[in-house]
Structure formats: C-alpha cells, structure tokens
C-alpha cells in the first residue's frame, strides 16, 4: 500500500484563471491526480435556475484544455466537480460540448464518467412528507407547491459515486452538483488513507493557493497526503504558504472553528497541528472524522420569482443626501398610487440602495454620524412581467428625480445618471426555494454515473 498520495488542485474556480507556469511545476510532483472545482453557490441561485454558467464558455475552454492535455499526457485522472456552475443538467451539458470539443481538436483518447446531479421533484415532496427534510442556517419554509416550482433540483454528492467512477477506470470524471472536498478527497478515501486527514486536505485544496500568500484562488497549488499528515505547497515559486494562513483556510466558510461537515460526517479540528516546513509547506496533523450517524444530502433547487430592472444614479448634494429616506418613501408611495391595479396581482417590489449610506449593510438603522460627500443609488424594481419591472421602475425614476422635500433649494433633478439610457433590464430573477438536507438512504444510488470512450 502505498504511503503517500500527491494530488493538484488546479486553481480554486475553474474559469477564474492561473498560470500556465503553475500547472507545469505541479506536474513536476508527478501526482496521482488533478482535481478542480468548477462551481459554486455562491453567486446566488441565478444560474442554478437559468440553466446559465457564471463564468463564460472562452474562461472554461482556457482552464480545461491545459488541465485535460496534462492529465492526458501523465496518465492521471482529472476530476471536475460542480460542472457549469451549479451543476445541473443544462451546465453540465455546455461542460460537456466543450471537454469534448477541446478531446477531438487535441486528438485525446480516454473514458469519460459523467455523474448526474439533478433529483426529480417527486423524490423531494416523499421525503418532505415523511419527515426527511431538515433545515440549514439559511433555509426557508418549505411547501410541496415551492419544491414542485423550482426549475432546477440539484443534491450535493460526496465522494461514493466519485469513487464509483474511478473504481470503473475513468479517466476523467464531470460530476455536477459537488461537496467541494469529494472532489479531492474521493481518490485517497478509495486508496485507504485517513478520511479525516483527506478530508481536511481536501477543504484546503478546494480553493487553489487562497491558504497561501499573495492570497487567490487564481493559483495551483500542491498537496501531498501521508499515513499521519499532509502537506500543501503552491506549485508557483512566488507564493509561500504559513500555518496561520493554512489554519485561517480551515475555518473558510465555516461556523465553527473546531470542525465542518460533511456527507461522510463531522471533521473534528479541535486536535490540529498547523506546522511550518521549509520555507514555502505546511505540514497539518491531528484531523479526524467522526463519521455520521444517518446519510444525508443538501439538496438546492431555484425558482423563479419575477423579472428585474434597475436604475443607477449618482447624489452629492448633501439636502438630498440626508433626505433619502424620505424621498425612497414618498417615491414607493407615489408609485404605488400611480399603478392602479397594476401588475394584476399586486405582486412587485421597489427598493433604493444607497451606496455609502446602507447599500451593503442593508436596513442599518438611520444615517451615519458623518455623512458621505457623494453617494450611489441604485432603484431595484422586482415585478411578475419584465414589462411589468420596466414600468415601475420608470415610474420610480423619474419620481425620484424631481421628488419634493421641504429643505430643497434646488428645481433641478435630485439625481445624476451616468448612463443614457438610464434604465437598464436584469432579466429573471431566482431565489433558492430549497436549501436544505434530505436524509436518505439511497445516497449511493442518487447520483447515476453514465460512462463514454472518447
């Protein structure tokens, strides 16, 4: 059995960028691997439910080809988890136009797993019914009718049909919706190293060099896993890696510093040693998993909600600065009275954010102590139709513009446009209907696994 496995992690977003220079010294290392994770949540649920990547097709193309050529010439797999984006069926499929585009025009010949994240509505409704859906910290109700909306359904798998797929010789391996650590922790689990330590190597790789400094997912990095303990090196010579830094990734997007979890249970961080080796490594020591007790999976499913238009403008004239509650007040007032009946069902929203003052922490209480010299507005209007956001925003607009206030002085506009026109469409709006996890016992078989000789 062997007694170390080394592995890169491309970069931490596939489409995000790194430098070619990178890969190769990787390669050097002559790991047992390459892995990458292609998508997120965390661009919202946009993309989940438009079918639509958020980087673009030319950023995919420019990551894959150097990733595929080097697996391909060393003989290793390359494993992709969260294809597209989001990972469901219509990501999935543009990954795939382009993988197999990018095979024929570089002559590459290999077995190909493609394993499918999307679960059918139905499946979803029998669990809630029977008492097998929990909430997350960022769930909301739940109802048969926001399930059965969703336009996309997706669960995230861990490493069981990852492994599925290795063990039947792929050699490179899409999956769509994708714990971020399966991608990188699957292979040392099916070759019996330590879970727990694969695990945490795993949660450290997933982001490329963002463990190491000059901090950024843009950037390979190197990870060598041992019986007792692993190891993380950027593979560019400009970036070092430090125990605080590695440490500090351990707790990325996590709640509690002394573990996160995952499908395959709790990783216990409460025993870690984070030590220094060399100048530019860090040897991590001391992670353990305590393995769950039910299976479970989170499940993601976006619905559409309406369609979007915004409008951007620009305040410096303190009167109006200090008076922008009142006039996004006496604008939602107005408009509302304007409407008469209109959409049909009454159901929009209008809202202003006011860059500088409450933009980012929106809802804060009152204005700042001092106030900006300038601020950004944008007017977001949310509404059943397009056309239904396109005229309420109109109408929200130009009622900011010449709104009344009793300190005014001025009888031109409250607001500077930068753009002409000024009014710009946002298109479909999603929300994540469901975001929650779902016990089943038939993780292992959820997630189908279809295989290809290119």
């Known amino acids: 059995m062997s007694e170390e496995i080394r592995y890169v992690a491309v970069n931490g977003m596939l489409g995000y960028g790194y430098p070619l220079d990178s890969l190769d010294k990787g390669m050097l290392s002559e790991p047992s691997f390459l892995g990458v994770d292609a998508g997120s949540v965390d661009p919202g649920p946009y993309y989940l439910g438009s079918g639509t990547p958020f980087v673009k097709p030319a950023q995919i193309r420019r990551d894959l080809v150097p990733a595929l050529i080097a697996s391909r010439r060393a003989g290793v797999p390359l494993i992709i988890g969260t294809a597209g984006g989001s ?35 139905e499946t979803v409704v029998h669990a809630y019914r029977n008492g097998r859906i929990s909430s997350t910290a960022f769930s909301g109700e739940l109802t048969e009718e926001r399930i059965r909306s969703c336009s996309a359904l997706v669960g995230q798998m861990g490493t069981e049909p990852l492994i599925q797929a290795l063990d039947a010789g792929a050699d490179v391996i899409v999956a769509g919706r994708c714990c971020d650590t399966a991608i990188f922790s699957a292979y040392p689990i099916m070759k019996g190293f330590d879970p727990g330590l694969a695990l945490h190597a795993a949660k450290i790789a ?8 000059p901090a950024g997912a843009n950037d390979s990095l190197i990870c060598t896993l041992r019986r007792d303990h692993f190891i993380v090196e950027p593979a560019n010579p400009a970036k070092r890696c430090f125990p605080d830094s590695v440490a500090a990734h351990s707790l990325y997007e ?25 100048e530019r490594s860090v040897r991590v020591s001391g992670s353990r998993l305590i393995p769950a007790s039910k299976k479970t999976i989170k499940i993601e499913g976006a619905e559409l909600k309406g369609y979007r238009s915004i409008s951007i403008a620009g305040v410096c004239d303190p009167l109006v ?30 809202r202003f954010l006011k860059y500088g003052i409450d933009g980012v922490k929106i809802g804060s209480a ?54 002409s026109p000024s009014d710009f469409r946002g298109g479909p709006v999603y929300e994540f209907s469901v975001y929650h996890l779902m016990e089943t016992d038939e993780a292992d078989i959820m997630f189908p696994v279809t295989y290809e000789d290119l």
């Open 321 to 350: 600065i200090h008076n922008l509650d009142f006039i996004e007040s006496r604008v939602v007032e107005t408009v509302a009275d304007n409407l008469h009946g209109r959409p049909e069902n009454g159901d929009y929203s209008l």
């Open 206 to 213: 997933e982001c490329g060099t963002l463990c190491a400094r």
């Open 87 to 121: 990972g469901a069926k219509a990501q999935v499929d543009l990954f795939l136009t382009i993988l197999r585009d990018a095979a024929k025009e570089h002559n590459l010949h290999f077995r190909l797993a493609v394993i499918d994240a999307d679960i059918d509505a």
């Open 366 to 419: 009152g204005l700042p102590d001092v106030l900006p010299s300038e601020a950004g507005i944008v007017i977001e209007t949310i509404a059943p139709t397009q056309e239904d956001a396109d005229t309420i925003l109109s109408m929200a607009r130009s009622t900011a513009l010449h709104q009344h206030f009793d300190v005014r002085k001025t009888t031109a506009g409250n607001l500077a446009f930068p753009f």
């Open 254 to 278: 996590q709640p509690n510093p002394d573990f996160f979890v995952e499908p395959e249970g709790r990783v216990d961080l409460s025993g870690c040693s984070f030590d220094q080796v060399g």
